[in-house]
């Protein structure tokens, strides 16, 4: 009784020290505390860089201002400004010198308190939370610091506040006998409250071991961070949890909110089935959730002041939804909704309550700095309670279940009888579709119910690993089953049946055709289930490839045949009209022609037959390489002067043309092993080409040049080019580009090219653009022939 009247009367004595005092001097008596918060004057350091000797300053000493007697008092909110507070104390004769002077508010981060000392100086002892723990003058988890009176006169005391978190000042001036025991009534009660903490939490975690439900697991992880939560805020945890990791505590209190918010919200989730219940308020619980997901990255990455603000808002939002919800589950009778949403709103009053205390609105006392203390305790509790209800309703069906079951037991003897009679139906009916030669299948909501031998035999498996699995296994893709079940559940719909043909997939990962067929078992009604009958045509699928690819080859055989026919009708036909002609002039007037026109007119027929010769050999070269006839028979090579070779050749074969062919090589190209015939083939091809598809004349380049492992052969010409939708169809027999005019030629140069560039291993590009010519790069495998030891 003796305790209880003590802890009665401090708890007297700091109601009226919690009185406001006027601002300016305080007269101290034998009282055992006094609440200074009303009685400071205070300056804003926006910069914080005033020292003690400049706030001492005349100019300074003006700019102090009163705390007011109303309102939050000396609680600045959230501010990046540095703050310096002054009292001035008065100790009458009698009157105790020694006294502790408490900041409570555990998470600030920096606290300076300055008082006079002999003969003229100042004291200066430091605190906050950016400190260790052990650095603190009095260990305690508020920031004490002990002062000395000057006894019978004044002693003006400057403290200096800076935080990146709430800058709130609750300074009480205690006596330390006093003091002392008001630390016992508190740290009692956070005992208490901390004692109820890990109750819960170790009651959750044994139950969600016991029954493998999510939710006392997540209820679990919310006790724990609130309870890290409430230790940063409090200063439990810088006192006894973690009194070295300073930069721990910069973050403990945003991090713990944060994480206690995204548990909470994840038990909500659970605890009301929201996402089944109330899906569109289910979306809105996973939008804070990721809001308040981001308010952690902040508290962690970024400013303080960007999470603290994002907390305060997101608190009050969450708590408000998460009142909502537990009103409409009352109103839809879920289970412990009642104990929920009374939890919930207390836990909102809490949030609020502490977000204007840190916003600077309320004034910092016991009960507004310890409000989320308050409702977190008494949510636990309600929570627990909820709990215990589902719990109780979950009991109360299992037993109307139990009920139910021991009723319909009687019937479900009553039916075996009958049910051993349709087994015994049922067994010749499935023998019946097991010997069917195609796979038969019952699906319902897209999965296997039943499948017979068949159908398993198609797919590699046994028939009872088939049985209960999804049927998108059975599918190239993902992609194709999703393609499928909504094409084939449209036309089930509509039309009672669905027939397609289409690939599936194998155990093995291999493909197969099959022809699919399906229809309802209750007619229109894909969800009654479906009959699958599943026809392999993998042969017949073979075979109309083949068949289709003998077409397309005998297509291209006609067309090659028609483009062969129209070469050379008019290929030959000019030479032979040349020929035709000269005969005839020889025939009439052999006689009377001098000796040199008759050799001109001799020299055009030997021409028109050394053309019809030449193109007659590149259509049986060309054969030849079609039919895989060629020979390829490398020897050494002198590139130099194969090149000059076969510039001279491109200069005589076109002697009218205005063009320059010119060849370069670079160092490094002398002898290598390639085909000559071949080379010969290619570069006199490209060459002829470059020179008669340039009728304006310019420089026809035929550069030579060495990089690592081959040879690069170029021939650039400055022609007409060639249209880009032709560069792919270039190097087919009898191709022509569509602007080549009246230039006579036979569409097969290119080709003996690229046959002849193959050969050697080699590969041929192609760069053009219209009306400014062509750029041919040949890349042939190079190596020196080595001679053996």
Known sequence: MRTLLRQVGVLWLLFMAALPLQAGEVRLSPAPSFNLARALEYLEDPDGRLGLEDVLQPRHQERFRRVAPFGPGANFGFSRSAYWLKVTLEAPQGVPTRWLLEVAYPPLDHVEVFAPAAP?????????????????????????????????????LYLRLQSNSTLSAPVHLWQPAALWEQDQFAYTALSLYFGLMLGLMFYNLLLFASVREIGYLLYAAFVATMGLAQAALNGFGPQFLWPQWTAFNTVSVAAGLTMTAIFGLMFARNFLASAARTPRLDK?????????????????????????????????????????????????????????????????LGVVTLSLHNMGVLPSNALTANSLLIGSALEMVLLSFALGDRINVARRFKEQAQARIAAEQAMVEALS????????????????????????????????????????Q????????????????????????????????????????????????????????????????????????VIWTFLDITGRKKSEAEIREALDQQRAL?????????????????????????????????????????????????????????????????????????????????????????????????????????????????????????????????????????????????????????????????????????VPHLFGSFHRASNVGQIQGTGLGLAIVKNAVEMHGGRIEVASQMGKGSRFTVRLPFQVETVAA
């Open 284 to 348: 809105l619980l996973l939008a804070q959730m990721a809001g308040w997901g981001v308010a952690l990255v902040a508290a962690l990455l970024v400013h303080y002041h960007v999470a603290a603000y994002m907390i305060a808002g997101l608190a009050v939002l969450s708590a408000v939804t998460l009142a909502t919800i537990g009103y409409t589950s009352i109103r839809r009778g879920h289970p412990g909704a009642r104990w929920f949403f009374t939890a919930w709103t207390l836990l909102l």
């Open 417 to 456: 009888q009958s049910q051993a009679r349709l087994r015994a139906t049922m067994s010749e009916r499935e023998a019946i579709l097991n010997n069917a030669v195609v796979g038969i299948v019952l699906s319902i909501n897209r999965r296997h119910e039943w499948v017979n031998e068949k159908f398993a």
């Open 558 to 726: 006609n067309e090659l045949r028609t483009r062969f026919v129209a070469m050379t009708s008019h290929e030959f036909r000019t030479p032979l009209a040349a020929i035709l002609s000269a005969e005839e002039v020889l025939r009439h007037y052999g006689d009377r022609l001098p000796q040199a026109e008759r050799m001109e007119t001799l020299d055009s027929i030997a021409a028109g037959v050394q053309r019809m010769s030449r193109m007659m050999d590149r259509v049986l070269l060309l054969g030849r390489a079609d039919a895989g006839m060629l020979d390829f028979v490398p020897g050494q090579v002198d590139l130099p002067a194969l090149c000059r070779q076969v510039v001279e050749e491109a200069r005589a074969q076109h002697p009218g043309s205005r063009c320059q062919v010119v060849a370069r090589w670079g160092p490094g190209v002398g002898k290598g092993l390639f085909d000559e015939k071949l080379l010969r083939h290619i570069f006199g091809n490209l060459l002829s080409n470059a020179v008669k598809y340039s009728p304006g004349g310019g420089d026809v380049g035929f550069h030579v040049r060495r990089e690592p492992g081959e040879m690069v052969f170029e021939v650039v010409d400055h022609g007409i080019g060639i249209p880009p939708d032709e």
């Open 120 to 156: 003229s100086g100042w004291s200066r002892q430091v605190g906050g939370d950016a400190l260790p723990f052990a650095g603190r003058a009095i260990s305690h988890r508020n920031h004490v610091f002990p002062v000395e009176l000057a006894p019978g006169g004044k002693t003006t």
């Open 458 to 529: 198609m797919l590699g498996y046994p028939p009872r690993v088939l049985i209960g699995q999804s049927s998108m296994y059975i599918h190239a893709d993902e992609a194709s089953w999703l393609r499928f079940g909504e094409e084939a559940r449209a036309a089930l719909i509509a039309t009672n049946g669905y027939t397609c043909e289409r690939q599936l997939k194998r155990r093995d990962g291999g493909l197969f055709w099959v022809e699919m067929g399906g229809s309802c078992v209750r007619p229109h009604d894909p969800d009654s289930g």
